[in-house]
């Protein structure tokens, strides 16, 4: 079955200082990766979409160099919070799909603290 | 842009009763409608999706619809059980295949 990995599932970090997450398909090739953030009391706000092959997609309010991301082959993606403050705080999500696929498979999410 | 509201927060309901949540879209293109389920400490899974207006999605006993006209999908369960209780998220992702614009999400808790 498909399957998507995330790591770490906790973190904790400093304010002002920056943290590496990572996302792992198994199972099925992600040629798509969504990453979104869950705020306190927040739904599921898009970051930013990579294709792979294609330029990555910042949603507005979300940017490069704030969020970089890294989508090097079907099975990986990785995302930086850089300058990491109390706003950037909550459950960061990586969804992944296929091709052809219309279904986003979820990880269970890295859960950012800062402090 | 693409967007979903979903204004139930909260619904607490016993064992056996009927379950109804409602979402209106707002779209630019021919969307599919998702609905996903997630449970503690857990990523979301999807349950059920609707592609086609008046069409239905059945899928552990859940339905989902939705409404062309007014731009409004609901999920229903007819009888509910404990083990439902998990939070609710409709979905809609545009036909141009962009990753999928999320509700503000329905916790759901069903009593024994």
């Known amino acids: 079955g498909a399957l998507v990995y995330q790591y770490p599932r906790r973190t904790i970090c400093k304010s002002g200082t920056s943290m590496r997450m990572e996302c792992q398909a198994v199972g099925f090739q992600a040629t798509s990766v969504a990453w979104y953030r869950q705020s306190p009391q927040k739904t599921f706000e898009l970051i930013a979409l990579?294709?792979?092959?294609?330029?990555?997609?910042?949603e507005q309010n979300f940017t490069q160099e704030k969020f970089p991301i890294s989508h090097p082959n079907l099975s990986f993606s990785s995302m930086t919070v850089l300058n990491a403050y109390l706003e950037d705080r909550g459950l960061y999500l990586c969804?992944?799909?296929?091709?052809?696929?219309?279904?986003?498979?979820f990880g269970p999410g890295t859960r950012l603290t800062v402090l | 842009g693409d967007s979903v509201t979903q204004k139930q927060g909260q619904v607490t309901l016993s064992e056996d009763d009927f379950l109804f949540i409602n979402c209106t879209y707002s779209?630019?293109?021919?969307?599919?409608l998702l609905w996903y389920v997630q449970y503690l400490g857990q990523g979301p899974q999807l349950l059920l999706k609707v592609t086609t207006a008046n069409n239905k999605g059945i899928s552990r006993g859940f339905e989902a619809t939705y409404d062309k006209g007014t731009t409004s999908f609901h999920l229903q369960k007819a009888s509910v059980q404990e083990s439902d209780s998990a939070v609710y998220f409709c979905a809609l992702v545009g036909n141009n295949n962009n990753a999928p614009r999320f509700g503000a999400g329905t916790k759901l808790s069903v009593k024994p």
């Open positions: 779209t630019t293109t021919y969307p599919t």
């Open positions: 990579s294709t792979v092959n294609s330029a990555i997609k910042y």
């Open positions: 969804g992944a799909r296929d091709l052809w696929g219309y279904e986003q498979y």
